[in-house]
């Protein structure tokens, strides 16, 4: 590590015995304080992002860096490798520049703030929390810039900067820095809510440690890392397969009119050690959509996706790192040289999931395989004056469908992040000149399977005000592939209906979109794919979705049930009619199911969807 610590007391930590039971308490005083942190954070954040929808990322870490609790570990350890001062009791670190920070954070809206915990002269551990600011600066509000070519277009960055010094607060550092951004009254509160819940967790760890000793503390999260690392051990031996396995997946545009970017991945074991080698995946991306992906970062996700699939009881914890091994090419999409923009880096983050589903699945499809449908995470932003003459500014993330498991049906209009929560309309309508007019599943859109993919959501923004929006959000080209037999999920679509009627397609990237008061947005998001053959899928299921109107009459029909006019099976139709879609497929079902290849969705891609297809991407050296 390159930081050095200053500590006033030397004396060495011992490794004492400590009780189960002990290890127990410590461990969910440890949870709890992690929970405490997103309480504070909720309640005195200002911005609907963090407040109300959750976009922040919480932990604690020992006193190397590695995270015991949290959501979303990986930051501090790359952070110290590359950061140079010394860091001091009351000390509180502020960063959002990738390229500053090993990729710690990896876009410039997201705001990480690290607090060391001293006690008695002594670092005992560390709080962590990011949080997504509703503005950065930068070409366009929102600061995510599709269009953006490099880094600089994208608002202020922060290299890793004491924001309080000795527990005194730099104020015209801060002042500085809200000078740079659109929403600085958000901002303010939203940072002051981060220190806050740091803070609040650092005097948890400090109690924990005078109740049961500093060693016993200390001592503990070590045996809570072990513990991870030996769960995490026998799943690698267990659920990962010696031979390589390689799964391609793509990004579907760049919103510069190029695509698809090509995500491939290989994954094998050696022993008790993963391998993930990234080689083959496209180089960079001349628009923002590249994905700077920490090594780390990546490990962090293989272990939370693992852990969620065979065992969520599993407390995730940064403790099986050495298990796994992550290549990633320099200059490619995720990897990118500096000063590569970073600010679209979404779409290709939601992506490997799907990629990591696939990849762990491989060895074990009948109890570890998801199709996907974990794709992206949309975003809308809209801004202007409102009709008194106030800048008016909201960026919201939408939800589509997740996709079909093993264990059962993928949830409707559910987050990528198992954290994150919708903006309720009540609040939107509340704050911004919006009326939502819609807000519902979209039938039919989850694909077909044994265990359906759950549908995407249409939410219908009607603006009151004249203002310019953007659009994020992929999956628009590609389809969420199902698996076992399972269909793809519905694509994404956005539709503007203009005040006069008039109707347009809309891309699923672009910025600067003029809307007037009367403009009508649909925005309408992919469905999850299904799991599985969905002519074994129980036709009482399938009626009870029409029911709830998650599928149509006619959707039922890809299940291979007929639904009456009343609204019961028909059991005899039903039979003739799975026993004809049987005869007409072959006897084996494809392990995956991506709709069509590459080549045929750009050749239909405006038939489709209105669009034009995008043109092979032009990659930079």
Same mark, same amino acid.
């Given at each position: 590590m390159s930081a050095r610590i200053i500590e006033t007391n030397n004396t060495p930590f011992t490794s004492p015995d400590v009780p189960g039971v002990t290890v127990d308490l410590i461990e969910n005083a440890l949870r709890n304080a992690r929970e405490e942190m997103d309480a504070v954070l909720f309640r005195t954040a200002m911005s609907p992002g963090i407040r109300e929808q959750g976009d922040c990322f919480p932990m604690i870490a020992n006193r190397d860096g590695k995270m015991v609790v949290g959501q979303f570990g990986s930051f501090i350890r790359p952070f110290l490798e590359v950061y140079e001062a010394d860091i001091e009791e009351g000390d509180i670190i502020?960063?959002?520049?990738?390229?500053?920070c090993n990729a710690a954070v990896s876009h410039l809206p997201d705001w990480l703030v690290l607090v060391p915990v001293f006690k008695d002269g002594r670092l005992i551990a560390w709080t962590s929390m990011f949080g997504h600011m509703s503005d950065n600066g930068g070409m366009v509000p929102g600061s995510m810039p599709i269009e953006a070519t490099n880094i600089f277009q994208e608002g202020v960055r922060i290299p890793p900067t004491k924001l309080y010094k000795k527990g005194q607060l730099?104020?015209?550092?801060?002042?500085?820095?809200l000078h740079n951004v659109r929403t600085p009254q958000?901002?303010?509160?939203?940072?002051?809510?981060?220190?806050a819940a740091c803070n609040t967790a650092s005097r948890r760890c400090v109690e924990i440690a005078e109740r049961f000793g500093d060693d016993v503390f200390n001592t503990t999260m070590d045996v809570m890392l072990k513990r991870n690392f030996d769960a995490m051990e026998h799943i690698i031996r267990n659920f990962i397969p010696e031979e390589p396995r390689t799964f391609t997946d793509y990004l579907c545009d760049d919103g510069m009119g190029m695509g698809p970017y090509k995500i491939q991945c290989k994954m094998w074991r050696e022993e008790s050690k993963v391998f993930f080698d990234f080689d083959g995946t496209d180089p960079q991306a001349q628009s923002s959509v590249n994905f700077f992906m920490n090594e780390d970062m990546f490990k962090m996700f293989f272990g939370s996706f693992t852990i969620n699939v065979v065992d969520p009881q599993i407390v995730f914890n940064d403790g099986f790192y050495d298990l796994v091994e992550v290549r990633i090419p320099q200059g490619s999409l995720l990897k990118p040289n500096y000063p590569a923009a970073l600010s679209g880096r979404t779409h290709a983050l939601g992506r490997i999931f799907d990629i990591l589903g696939a990849l762990l699945g491989m060895g074990a499809p009948?109890?570890?395989?998801?199709? /996907?449908?974990?794709?992206?995470?949309?975003?809308?932003f809209y801004s202007g004056y409102d009709d008194k003459g106030e800048w008016f500014q909201l960026f919201q993330i939408g939800f589509g469908g997740i996709p079909g498991r093993p264990v059962g049906d993928g949830p409707d209009g559910h987050s990528l992040w198992p954290g994150f929560t919708n903006v309720p309309n009540e609040f939107i309508e509340s704050y911004f000149p919006l009326r939502v007019e819609r807000y519902e599943t979209i039938p039919d859109s989850g694909g077909a399977g044994l265990h359906r993919g759950g549908n995407g959501l249409s939410v219908a923004y009607h603006f009151l005000c004249d203002g310019e929006? @953007?659009?994020?959000d992929d999956r628009w080209l590609t389809y969420p592939w199902g698996v076992l037999g399972g269909k793809p999920g519905a694509r994404s679509t956005k539709k503007m209906v203009r005040s006069d009627g008039t109707v347009e397609w809309l891309p699923a990237k672009k910025e600067g979109i003029k809307v007037q008061a009367g403009d009508v947005l649909y925005?309408?998001?992919?469905? @999850? /794919?299904g799991w599985g053959d969905p002519l074994k899928r129980d036709p009482q299921l399938v009626k009870d979705d029409v029911d709830r109107n998650l599928v149509t009459i006619e959707g039922a029909k890809n299940y291979g049930v007929i639904i009456t006019s009343n609204g019961e099976v028909d059991v005899e139709a039903t039979t003739a009619l799975r026993a004809s879609m049987a005869s007409e497929r072959p006897d084996e079902l494809p392990l995956f199911d991506g709709g069509n290849d590459i080549e045929t969705l750009r050749?239909?891609?405006?038939?489709?969807?209105g669009l034009p297809a995008p043109v092979a991407p032009v990659f930079i050296k």
């Open positions: 502020l960063t959002n520049d990738p390229y500053m730099q104020s015209d550092l801060l002042e500085l820095i958000w901002n303010r509160f939203d940072l002051n809510a981060l220190v009948e109890q570890l395989l998801n199709a /996907a449908g974990f794709s992206d995470s949309p975003h809308l929006i @953007g659009i994020h925005f309408n998001t992919w469905g @999850g /794919a050749a239909n891609c405006e038939k489709e969807t």
